[in-house]
């Protein structure tokens, strides 16, 4: 059987919304690998958020940032990030309109100072978003176990940053600050959603699996994309077959090639075995 190339979003794809990694999960990849496929994350999380559970599992490569950051077995391939000089001008902005928000780097996640008390409810909303049960368990130190605080905001090395919308308009006040960049919200749609992000323009999942298999000179019809989300479509418009998680939105699975179960129902194994992966 010829190799595939197998693409993975992360969240609500290879872990469910509570931040589960179903143990059917890991025996799928790590017989697709046996078999002699490759398998690659493909995730908005910078190398921080990659927790050691994920990491152990054993990629063959990785692809963060929503497509800045590609590596591959132990390789980087390239890393877009944003300047200094960049940083600082989203910085100042945000701390001007007193909003809160955290830097996401491959080094960390830098937490502005009132982040770790305005962003408790943020992220009990998002949880709940998401269908967690019991959102009020819920922390900002729980859900970015990683993240530092009291640091230096004026960094080098920063892939994306998010804020916290007080308002909606605070995103579209965003998008006319910052043309050049893409701006974008997430946890909730359009004017319900909870956070704002800025990051470098022209970069998606589409583009950084176009270059790694331009770097691997791997065919585009050996490929298959997993994602749960509007954000994962992009995979789906380059690789050649597209698989929608069962928990996925109705944007994703009406251009999804075949829709498998949910995440925590063995959703990844059994697509695995219908395309006979394993």
């Known amino acids: 059987m010829t190799s595939k190339y197998i693409f993975l979003d992360v969240d609500g794809t290879l872990v469910s919304y509570e931040n589960i990694l179903p143990d059917s999960a890991v025996e799928a990849i790590h017989q697709a690998q046996a078999n002699g496929h490759k398998v690659f994350t493909v995730t908005g999380r910078s190398k921080a958020e990659m927790y050691k559970e994920i990491l152990d599992i054993g990629f063959d490569g990785y692809v963060g940032g929503n497509g800045n950051y590609i590596e591959v077995d132990g390789e980087i391939i390239y890393h877009k990030h944003l300047t200094g000089e960049e940083t600082r001008r989203i910085v100042d902005w945000l701390l001007e309109r007193n909003l809160e928000f955290y830097l996401e780097a491959n080094s960390g996640l830098y937490g502005s100072s009132g982040f770790r008390e305005r962003g408790r409810q943020t992220v ?65 749609r359009g004017e319900h959603a909870l956070f704002g992000d800025v990051a470098l323009a022209n ?67 059994n697509a695995f075995k219908h395309f006979n992966l394993i």
């Open 203 to 269: 970069i998606t999942k589409e583009t950084a699996i176009k270059d790694l298999l331009a770097h691997e000179n791997i065919d585009v019809k050996d490929t298959f994309a997993f994602g749960d989300a509007k954000i994962d479509i992009p995979m789906f418009n380059i690789c050649e077959t597209g698989v929608a998680m069962g928990n996925g939105g109705d944007e994703i699975k009406a251009v999804a090639d075949y829709i498998t179960d949910a995440v925590e129902d063995d959703g990844l194994y």
């Open 124 to 188: 009990q909303d998002y949880v709940a978003y998401k269908g967690n049960r019991n959102p009020h368990d819920v922390s900002v130190e729980s859900a970015f176990p990683e993240m530092l605080f009291d640091q230096d905001l004026y960094r080098d090395d920063i892939n994306k940053i998010s804020f916290i919308l007080e308002s909606y308009q605070d995103y579209l006040d965003a998008k006319e600050a910052f043309p050049d960049y893409q701006v974008g919200t997430w946890g909730g």
